[in-house]
């Protein structure tokens, strides 16, 4: 638990009262610690994405929040997080991206672990040529797997186990998009790059989450797609963002244009929305592609965004993906001396959170009300005094 409990009375106040969550949110280790437990690990936060692994025995290792993950594509095609560590002695399993041959096999004593998690081989654990023994249940000493769910290619998981079912809590998000509840395909090398940004990681939500900063941060974006083309997006306790009502597709230099996702309403014709979905994760659908963000903080004032594009169909025009991709790159890229900006900011000792303009800023105040609410009633919980 943190070292002091911070106020956040103000922060849950209407829109137009309310300040902004205190400095020890975005600067504080102890806070940080909390609101990993809080806000990360009790609700379904994002991991990484299924194109990760895209083939059976694919295996790549991530480090969320410190804890060693593995996430893994099994002989059955089913995707699996993990424990990245043996169960033998803790050690680590898999250090680096690589495709399993075989089995998983822990380096230090070569214990060996099926694709879906079955601890398969013990070798010499009963002594010299003996590979049993009677204290050694394999049954029950596969790896700790660590609850997980596929939604827009998103890698979620639930770290402590005891979330509602995904399908429960992400029911108004999904609602939302139902239309776009069809096959995506991740564009491949060309359409994933990841930024690493000297801010805490919710800045990068705050951001997000509304057009207010259009006219100054994008000017090329505010160019066509200007502010008053868009309108906020606001689910209390789930998600906040905004859309706009002017998407203009991009076409090559013959006027083609990616393939529209099937079936659409006519409102997708022009509109584009996008959304921070609470904790870590940022989407953005259109009619012909979608992207994903998934945020890792790593430690109060460092985050990695890694940020994957999708289209309707497997294959797309190359050189239109590349120009694409370059084209959000910029956009994210003209976010980070903000992000950055305001982060140095909160080492201002006094400043109170700031404010918030009740009719540019309610998504961003949704998301530090929902903040607010889960330490405050992560505080309530016994676990929180230990």
């Known amino acids: 638990m943190a070292s002091f409990v911070t106020d956040l009375s103000a922060v849950r106040r209407n829109v137009d009262q309310a300040q902004g969550l205190p400095n020890a949110h975005y600067i504080d280790p102890a806070v940080y610690d909390e609101e990993k437990h809080a806000l990360l690990f009790s609700q379904w936060a994002g991991l990484g994405v299924a194109a990760d692994v895209p083939e059976p025995g694919d295996a790549k290792p991530i480090d969320f929040l410190g804890m060693p993950l593995l996430l893994v594509r099994g002989r059955d095609g089913a995707v699996r997080v993990f424990q990245n560590i043996c169960r033998h002695r ?171 996702f099937e079936g659409l309403s006519s409102k997708w014709d022009t509109a584009a929305e996008y959304i921070a979905v609470y904790p870590n994760v940022l989407l953005g659908v259109h009619r012909d592609h979608a992207f994903a963000i998934v945020l890792v903080p790593e430690g109060p004032e460092k985050t990695v965004e890694h940020v994957h594009l999708y289209y309707a169909r497997p294959k797309t025009d190359g050189g239109l993906r590349q120009r694409n991709t370059q084209l959000w790159k910029t956009v994210f890229e003209e976010d980070i001396f903000v992000v950055e900006g305001m982060q140095r900011g909160r080492h201002a000792v006094g400043f109170d959170g700031g404010r918030f303009s009740p009719a540019m800023d309610s998504p961003t105040h949704c998301f530090h009300a929902w903040v607010a609410a889960k330490v405050e009633a992560w505080r309530g919980q016994p676990h929180a005094a230990e």
Not at 201 to 227: D, T
């Open 90 to 260: 803790g050690m680590i399993l898999v250090d680096a991206p690589r495709k399993i041959e075989g089995a998983i096999r822990c380096p230090y004593h070569s214990w060996c672990y099926a694709t879906d998690g079955r601890l398969v081989s013990t070798p010499h654990v009963g002594g010299p040529g003996h590979n049993t023994h009677e204290a050694i249940d394999r049954a029950t000493l596969g790896l700790v797997e660590v609850r997980s769910h596929i939604w827009r290619d998103v890698v979620w998981i639930n770290v402590s186990g005891d979330a509602p079912a995904f399908e429960v809590a992400m029911a108004d998000a999904m609602a939302r998009w139902a239309e776009f509840e069809q096959p995506v395909y991740h564009g491949g090398s060309d359409s994933r790059f990841q930024l690493e940004v000297a801010t805490n990681w919710k800045l990068a939500i705050e951001n997000y989450c509304e057009s207010y900063h259009l006219p100054w941060v994008h000017p090329g974006l505010n160019a066509y797609s200007r502010l008053e083309d868009h309108y906020h997006i606001e689910k209390p306790g789930e998600y906040s963002g905004q859309g706009t009502l002017v998407y203009r597709q991009l076409t090559n230099e013959n006027g083609e244009s990616f393939p529209d």
